[in-house]
């Protein structure tokens, strides 16, 4: 593996990531103790634990979950490249969630005062961690808006569209004209909306069935954008505003 330096990081020069200053880089490289590789499937933060790093999601996808006693699991959120990960275990004594690898992914490994340096050294970097920590909040916020009160065909509309644009401002040409990479298999799909999985493919292929969409060889094709936008009656079109990089 490849070390990538955060002044050669790939994903600062995508015009979804605001610019640090020189000094601001060198710091959060001071705090980063290493890369990692990690297989798809595979647990990075157990729920409960309590001496977890801090991460930047650097490539892949994963997702933050919780679960109950008899296994059922209630996916909060996906985490793509650039999402810092972490920051909540760091309030209390343990996190209350876990997170775990969709894919294969490539992590950046930070300290585990990283937050509290940044906030003391630099203290724009550290409201850029308020302000990720305040945007993954209003994420799971429209998780719950989904679960409790839009229909199956809403809430699958609203994450096709939401997880469509952000992918897509991920890509060089920032536009995903020709699809996006989708790995989420209808299972991630169900636990991530309350769905039962019989559910979920009823309504992906209602939904596909009146050209909306198409998902195939692991990509996502949006069909027709302002259709879906308008059944998932999203606040905004979705598209991911500019954001700090950790």
């Known amino acids: 593996m490849k070390h990538v330096s955060c002044q050669n990081c790939p994903l600062r020069a995508l015009p979804l990531f605001v610019a640090h200053t020189d000094s601001q ?14 297989p798809a ?3 990075v933060i157990h729920e409960g634990q309590g001496d977890a790093p801090l991460y930047t999601l650097f490539s892949g996808w994963a997702f933050r979950f919780k679960t109950l006693s008899d296994g059922r699991r209630q996916i909060l959120n996906f985490l793509l490249p650039g999402d810092f990960i ?10 209350a969630h876990g997170v775990q690898t969709l894919t294969d992914a490539m992590l950046c490994v930070f300290r585990r005062d990283a937050v509290w340096e940044l906030h003391r050294s630099a203290p724009t970097l550290g ?9 993954e909040e209003s994420l799971v916020d429209d998780t719950l808006l989904s679960v409790g009160r839009r229909s199956a065909e809403e809430r699958i509309a609203t994450l096709l569209v939401v997880l469509y644009k952000r992918v897509a401002a991920l890509l060089p040409d920032g536009d995903g004209q020709d699809g996006v990479p989708f790995p989420l298999t ?3 799909i169900a636990d991530g909306l309350g769905l039962s999985l019989v559910h979920t493919n ?11 969409h198409r998902i195939e060889g ?9 259709t879906l936008t308008r059944i998932a009656d999203l606040y905004g079109d ?8 950790i």
Do not use: C, N, Y
């Open 41 to 43: 499937d595979r647990t």
């Open 127 to 135: 409201f850029g961690v308020t302000w990720l920590t305040a945007h």
């Open 218 to 226: 692991g990509r996502l094709h949006l069909l027709d954008v302002s």
């Open 186 to 188: 209808q299972q991630h």
């Open 25 to 38: 880089v060198a710091l959060i490289e001071s705090l980063k103790r290493e890369q990692i590789v990690v």
């Open 202 to 212: 009823k309504t992906l292929r209602k939904l596909e069935r009146r050209g909306l």
């Open 238 to 245: 979705g598209k991911p505003v500019p954001r700090p990089l």
């Open 86 to 95: 972490g920051v909540q275990q760091k309030m209390g004594d343990a996190s």
